[in-house]
Antibody, heavy 118, light 110 residues
Framework: EVQLVESGGGLVPPGRSLRLSCAAS????????MHWVRQGPGKGLEWVSG????????AYADSVKGRFTISRDNAKNSLYLQMNSLRAEDTALYYC???????????WGQGTLVIVSS | QSALTQPPSVSGSPGQSVTISCTGT?????????VCWYQQPPGTVPKLMIY???HRPSGVPDRFSGSKSGNTASLTISGLQAEDEADYYC??????????FGGGTKLTVL
């Protein structure tokens, strides 16, 4: 059974940093690309970032480019999102998601909540 | 990276059919077959319902079907059931190597 478990969310003041983690199990992690997708309170889904199986390629939404960095450690079956210069509009539930091919997501974690507020 | 355009809401009675549209551009929906549809009942995690425009994952009822014409993809739900009430989102791969979601459509079963 595929499991994706996010952690690292919390309440942080604007301008500060936070690092999210996602522990993956139930599939061969280093065979698949991964994504971070977020959902603001009462809002729709917003793709944040993606990374290929071997970290050879990464991509970001314009809204986070230059502030967020996606990475992975295949030896630890883990995905990360380093978030710097956080803004109020980054407040959201952040989902870790498994790619099944060019941006199609077949499994989602339960999400970790990030609140950016003073 | 503009969001794909979906109607904010649709509704239908049990047993009826509804169609949700998802309009993009030639840089996303119009150029790629990596169009997906996700179902998200309130307070739950999104669930993949359709991938690659028209393919259903195992376990998804065949009442759910997908199609695409030009820059617009569509999700059709036939034989509506109360349990289908949820938010639905489309997504597409883009020429920039990114992913874009639609704004979401709230389906109400009357």
């Amino acid at each position: 059974e595929v499991q994706l478990v996010e952690s690292g969310g919390g309440l942080v003041p604007p301008g500060r940093s936070l690092r999210l983690s996602c522990a993956a199990s139930g599939f061969t992690f280093d065979d698949y690309g991964m994504h971070w997708v977020r959902q603001g309170p009462g809002k729709g889904l917003e793709w944040v970032s993606g990374i290929t199986w071997n970290s050879g390629s990464t991509a970001y939404a314009d809204s986070v480019k230059g502030r967020f960095t996606i990475s992975r450690d295949n030896a630890k079956n883990s995905l990360y999102l380093q978030m710097n210069s956080l803004r109020a509009e980054d407040t959201a539930l952040y989902y870790c998601a498994k790619d099944m091919g060019e941006g199609s997501v077949d499994y989602w974690g339960q999400g970790t909540l990030v609140i950016v507020s003073s | 990276q503009s969001a794909l355009t979906q109607p904010p809401s649709v509704s239908g009675s049990p047993g009826q059919s509804v169609t949700i549209s998802c309009t993009g551009t030639s840089s996303d929906v119009g150029s790629y077959s990596r169009v997906c549809w996700y179902q998200q009942p309130p307070g739950t995690v999104p669930k993949l319902m359709i991938y690659d425009v028209s393919h259903r994952p195992s376990g998804v009822p065949d009442r759910f079907s997908g199609s695409k014409s030009g820059n617009t993809a569509s999700l059709t739900i036939s034989g509506l059931q109360a349990e289908d009430e949820a938010d639905y989102y489309c997504s597409s791969y883009t020429s920039s190597g990114t992913v874009v979601f639609g704004g979401g459509t709230k389906l109400t079963v009357l």
